[in-house]
């Protein structure tokens, strides 16, 4: 009883620092990307600020850029 209760307070509070960020073509790099109103303009500064447990929201449009996808894990690759 008590390791589940810690596994899910752990959970929890995992979840309390995770970010959405936004990227939309007609953003802007210098915005906070946590909004919406705010999004980011390139998928690449969306990638710089993410860490394990966040959500991206991509918005509509066309995207010129290429992107190098990361491990977020922290696991070992199978």
């Known amino acids: 009883m008590i390791k589940e209760m810690i596994t899910a307070l752990s959970l929890a509070a995992g979840s309390m620092y995770a970010a959405e960020y936004f990227v939309s073509p007609g953003g802007n790099d210098s915005n ?10 390139t998928l690449q500064k969306a990638q710089s600020v993410f860490k394990a447990g ?4 991509i918005m509509p449009g066309v995207y010129h ?12 690759q199978p």
């Open 32 to 41: 906070t990307g946590l909004s919406q109103e705010q999004p980011f303009q």
């Open 54 to 57: 966040d959500t991206l929201s």
């Open 65 to 76: 850029e290429g992107l190098e996808f990361r491990d977020f894990s922290g696991g070992e």
